[in-house]
Nanobody, 117 residues
Framework: VQLQASGGGLVQAGGSLRLSCAASGRTFSRYDMGWFRQAPGKEREFVAAIRSSVGSTYYADSVRGRFTVSRDNAKNTVYLQMNSLKPEDTAVYYC???????????WGQGTLVTVSS
C-alpha cells in the first residue's frame, strides 16, 4: 500500500484542520491504519489508529478528545480531524499501516501542520 498524506497548513491555536491520507491498492479496507507525527528534534510518535473492520479507534493521551480518526474504505482514505489545536501539535504528520499502534510497512510523504500561538 502506498500512502500520501495531505491537508496540512498553518493554523492559529484553537483552530481546526482535517488531514487526509489516500492509499493506493485494492486491499486498503483490510488494513488497520494509523497517524503519527514528528516534531522538530523529536522522535516520531503515535497519534491515532483505526481498525480495518469494526472501526475501533485509539488515541494518544495528548490528543484524545481533540482529534478524531475515521476512514472511508470506498475512497481508500483515512482522515484525521484535528480540533482545538495547540502549538505543541506542530509537526509533520504521517499515515501508515499499523498493527495495534505500531507502524508497519513503508512511510509515505507526510504533511506539515504548524500551529501558531
Amino acid at each position: 500500500v502506498q500512502l500520501q498524506a495531505s491537508g496540512g497548513g498553518l493554523v492559529q491555536a484553537g483552530g481546526s484542520l482535517r488531514l487526509s491520507c489516500a492509499a493506493s491498492g485494492r486491499t486498503f479496507s483490510r488494513y488497520d491504519m494509523g497517524w503519527f507525527r514528528q516534531a522538530p528534534g523529536k522522535e516520531r510518535e503515535f497519534v491515532a489508529a483505526i481498525r480495518s473492520s469494526v472501526g475501533s479507534t485509539y488515541y494518544a493521551d495528548s490528543v484524545r478528545g481533540r482529534f478524531t480518526v475515521s476512514r472511508d474504505n470506498a475512497k481508500n482514505t483515512v482522515y484525521l480531524q484535528m480540533n482545538s489545536l495547540k502549538p505543541e501539535d506542530t509537526a509533520v504528520y504521517y499515515c501508515a499501516t499499523v498493527t495495534g499502534t505500531v507502524p508497519i510497512g513503508s512511510w509515505g510523504q507526510g504533511t506539515l501542520v504548524t500551529v501558531s500561538s
